[in-house]
């Protein structure tokens, strides 16, 4: 590793969470499940957003909060992603920029795709009600990422969602070819079972040509792998990469690389308040580690350690939106 500051990109969909109290009768009309997710369209997204807005905002998506927890260690981060020319845009750059990490995100100024937003609609009893719109984050090209791309990096983390873009197949390939050209590492993770089911050979393919790291929850990897445990998960991950990393909520996590496998014990939580964002941390804390030349097992420990300090709040990470969920509705 060179002496400079261990430096890790991360590639991923660009959101702007949103989160308004309301009454039920809002949840209802916009024909969604109290306590449900739900993708939507473009009309959908914005009759509700104009509804509910502006709303308390806080930059996310899940590789974006990765990112976004490297301003808790020593390591430099970098976020490639797309956002429209609109003030969320503006909400998600400022924020990423304000913890310290470069943004270098496209910017469509199509006027048919907003910043993708997940909207949450917090009710006086409440429940969480999530609408969530990929706006113009699914409208990345190979040659807007690849501009972005700096040219010295230690790890390219590479979000599972991207392959569901029109061109998200193509925008991996060409930023995973350059970081193996520049030296780097590439890392997968992919973030979730139904992301899998859908690009399962894709996912594959990347794997046995580009990736060098895997990291993510046992359902995820054994979805992967056609196995039913974190252990199993474990030794498919390590017959295909170099290191791996299967987490298995409160039970902890399965590391390994070429000195062995070790198994991780969770952080210490006083009161689990919500896990959204919990795996984001983790890989966020084991890329860290990492790329700072620790051993896997550290590593492991220090993904703990930024797991499970976002299980004591509401949503992927603290801050306004945060305390907003956790707040009755006006």
């Known amino acids: 590793m060179s002496e400079r500051t261990p430096h890790i990109v991360g590639l991923g969909n660009a959101l702007v969470d949103v989160v308004a109290a309301v009454e039920p009768e809002v949840v209802s009309r916009h024909g969604l499940t109290p306590g449900g ?4 369209g473009a009309e959908a997204a914005h ?11 806080q930059s996310g998506g899940s590789v974006a909060n990765s990112i976004a927890h490297l301003a808790d260690t020593p390591v430099r981060g970098t976020y ?13 750059c400022r924020e990423m920029v304000g913890l310290d990490l470069a943004a270098p995100v496209a910017v469509s100024h199509n006027d048919d795709h907003g910043t993708g937003r997940c909207v949450v609609l917090v009710t006086p009893d409440g429940e969480r009600t999530m609408s969530t719109y990929l706006g113009a984050a699914v409208t990345l090209m190979p040659s807007e990422a690849r501009v972005a791309l700096p040219e010295a990096f230690d790890i390219l983390l590479i979000e599972g969602y991207i392959w569901d873009a029109p061109q998200g197949a193509e925008v991996i390939e060409t930023l995973a070819s350059a970081a193996k050209a520049a030296g780097a590492r590439v890392a997968l993770t992919p973030s979730d079972a139904g992301c899998v089911d859908r690009n399962l050979a894709a996912m594959r393919a990347l794997i046995d040509f580009h990736v060098d790291i895997l990291v993510g929850n046992h359902v995820e990897i054994c979805a992967l792998g056609g196995c039913d445990s974190a252990e199993a998960g474990l030794d498919w991950a390590m017959s295909r990469v170099a290191t791996a990393a299967v987490t298995e909520h409160d039970k902890g996590s399965w590391v390994a690389d070429a000195s062995g496998r070790h198994h991780v014990a969770a952080a210490p939580v006083a009161r689990v308040v ?12 084991f890329l860290a580690g990492l790329a700072q030349g620790q051993p896997v097992d550290r590593a492991g420990a220090m993904g703990a350690r930024l797991a499970a300090g976002v299980l004591g709040h509401y949503g992927a990470r603290d801050g306004a939106a945060a305390r907003a969920i956790a707040l009755p509705a006006a």
């Open 47 to 57: 009759a509700l957003f104009e509804e509910v807005g502006p709303g308390v905002r």
């Open 37 to 40: 997710m739900h993708l939507v």
């Open 274 to 285: 919500d896990t959204t964002g919990a795996g984001d941390a983790y890989a966020s804390g």
């Open 80 to 92: 490639i992603g797309k956002v429209a020319d609109d003030d969320l845009g503006d909400t998600f």
